[in-house]
């Protein structure tokens, strides 16, 4: 009965140690990870300098918080503000002289613990003065514009993108909202990046945008719309981004640009770094800057615009090739930063020679363009159209309207029409400016006189364009004009076959004849006073028909053609003297 016995309890006891060491296992199994993103191994500081040391915690289960140790000495302890499968901290030391060793660990939520991450620097004694001391990110090139400012310290920014007079573009940056800098994103992996930037100008910023100026956009909209912001107030600026596939660090940089095309304020990037980037070894300290990236001259493709004479207030396009060989890229007249290869529209007011400078270190390479701007011609002169040239006007009182076509100009025009008359010698009956119509009306013109008139039109930029010629027009009321023997221009007809009228004063007395065989019949006379309106003259109560009624009107401004109208039958017959 022994031998079972013990046989089952070395059973239950190689049972029970393959079970704890699956358990060991899976607990090893399960515990985070963590890497130093920032500073360097083999970073070197003063003693003093606070050393700002960034790291990223993963785990699946989520990270719980990431210790800072400092030659083996827990210093402090940063929560996760929750679990977070991927928790990015800074963690601040102030430098003490010697040579330190630099560690961080992370635990999960179910207690597990990452292995240590470690880094070496070199403090020097404070007395030691050093020009440089970089804090980069392992392989990050150095960026073309300077990065966002620390906060707490106000950045020295030049206002841009207003003209002298008037309101000041300018912008600051506040926070990184989302994805600080030197954050560890997977490959491909979408994220939103967002800057938190004040309107700290006098402009308010109204149709303008956030766009990409150089290095990485890692997005398909490089321009994105801001909304309306006063002087003072502040905005999150957001731009959906994918992480590129390349391992190592990636950065792109950003600025505001106002409604007239031009950039302003402090220039904002973005910089991630992507796993699986082979970390530098140890670098010597050294007090030269470290390198751009190019070496030598830069080169500038091209440099050119759409059309270098325009009229002013057009405008043309400046394009560019690609720059290489280059830290940086802009042009002049506050346009600031560009990317290369890129357009952009400007209207100068004046001829303008725009620069293009590309910068590698302190080796400059320069292209120009030359804007001409030719001022506006004045307007045209208006097309006349009524009335025509020698018009004469039988009405009275002797009121007249004239008419234009309208003149097409940059900005609008206004008219201005000037009527003389004729009494003897030309002289003012009226000018009226300021016209917003293509047609006037004129009221009392003094007697049967000759009249002239001429029109233009005059632009707020260009000034009075050129004048109209002169066209004539007279009026005619008097009772006279009508005398005479009027016979039909139809020598057949078989109706009204002449027209006797005379004149007393203002007074006509209208004697018709009809075709009658073997002769015409006589209507007798009827009398017409001309008084407020001469035209039309409808005449009836004829002594010999006095049913029949007809009207009278000259059919030409020589007064040479006299057209009657039979109303009783509604027939029109022509007349000559």
Not at 32 to 40: E, F, G, H, K, L
Not at 212 to 234: D, K, N, R
Not at 470 to 475: A, E, M, N, Q
Not at 479 to 497: F, P, R, V
């Amino acid at each position: 009965m022994i031998q079972p016995t013990l046989a089952r309890i070395r059973i239950f006891v190689l049972i029970f140690s393959f079970a704890l060491a699956a358990a060991v296992t899976a607990c090893s199994a399960a515990k985070p990870t963590v890497i130093i993103s920032s500073p360097p191994s083999g970073s070197q500081y003063n003693e003093g300098d606070e050393i700002k040391v960034q790291s990223t915690a993963t785990d699946s289960s989520g990270v719980d918080r990431v210790e800072l140790i400092v030659d083996g000495i827990p210093l402090r302890t940063d929560p996760s503000p929750s679990p977070q499968v991927s928790f990015t901290v800074i963690q601040s030391w102030k430098a003490t002289q010697g040579a330190h060793v630099i560690s961080v660990r992370a635990y999960n939520k179910s207690g597990g613990v990452s292995d240590v991450a470690a880094i070496s620097l070199n403090v020097a004694p404070a007395t030691v003065a050093q020009s440089n001391t970089p804090t980069p990110i392992p392989s990050l090139p150095i960026p073309t514009v300077p990065p966002p400012p620390v906060p707490g310290i106000t950045p020295t920014v030049t206002p841009t993108g207003a003209p002298s007079g008037t309101c000041v573009n300018n912008a600051a940056f506040i926070a990184d909202v989302t994805i600080p800098d030197g954050m560890t994103i997977a490959a491909g992996q979408t994220f939103n990046k967002t800057w938190r930037l004040s309107n700290n100008g006098t402009c308010t910023w109204t149709a303008y945008e956030f766009t990409f100026v150089s290095g990485e956009a890692m997005t398909a909209g490089t321009i994105i719309a801001v909304p309306s912001l006063a002087p003072g107030g502040t905005v999150d600026v957001t731009v959906p981004m994918t992480a590129p596939a390349a391992p190592g660090p990636h950065s792109g940089n950003w600025r505001m640009r106002s409604n007239t095309g031009a950039t302003f304020g402090t220039t904002v990037r973005v910089l991630i770094s992507v796993p699986g980037a082979v970390v530098p070894t140890a670098v010597p300290p050294t007090n030269t800057p470290p390198p751009s990236g190019c070496t030598g001259a830069p080169v500038i493709a091209s440099f050119s615009a759409t059309a270098t004479t325009i009229t002013v207030g057009n405008s043309t396009t400046l394009q560019w090739g690609a720059v290489t060989n280059a830290d940086s890229v802009e042009i002049d007249h506050s346009i600031g930063g560009v990317a290369s290869p890129g357009n952009l529209v400007v209207s100068p007011a004046t001829t303008t020679t725009y620069t293009m400078t590309a910068r590698c270190g302190a080796t400059t390479a320069i292209r120009q363009v030359t804007i001409t701007v030719n001022p506006l011609a004045p307007p045209a002169a208006p097309a006349m159209t009524s009335p025509s040239d020698g018009k004469v006007f039988r009405v009275f009182p002797r009121v007249a309207s004239f008419s234009w076509n309208s003149v097409a100009f940059p900005g609008g025009v206004s008219y201005t029409i000037e009527i003389q008359k004729n009494t003897g010698s030309w002289v003012a009956h009226v000018t009226a400016g300021s016209l917003g119509a293509t047609n006037y009306s004129m009221a009392a013109f003094p007697g049967d006189n000759q009249g002239r008139w001429r029109v233009w039109a005059t632009s707020p930029t260009a000034g009075a364009g050129t004048k109209s010629d002169w066209r004539y027009f007279s009026f005619n009321t008097s009772a006279s004009q009508y005398a005479g023997t009027w016979l039909n221009d139809d020598a057949a007809t078989s109706g009204i076959t002449k027209v006797i009228i005379t004149s007393a004063g203002q007074t006509l007395t209208v004697h018709p004849y009809g075709k009658c065989h073997p002769s015409d019949c006589d209507w007798g006379t009827a009398n017409k006073t001309l008084n407020t309106s001469v035209e039309p003259i409808t005449v009836s109560g004829f002594s010999s028909a006095g049913s029949n009624s007809i009207t009278i009107t000259l059919n030409n401004d020589a007064g040479t053609s006299l057209r009657v109208v039979y109303n009783n039958l509604g027939i029109t017959y022509y007349f000559h003297k």
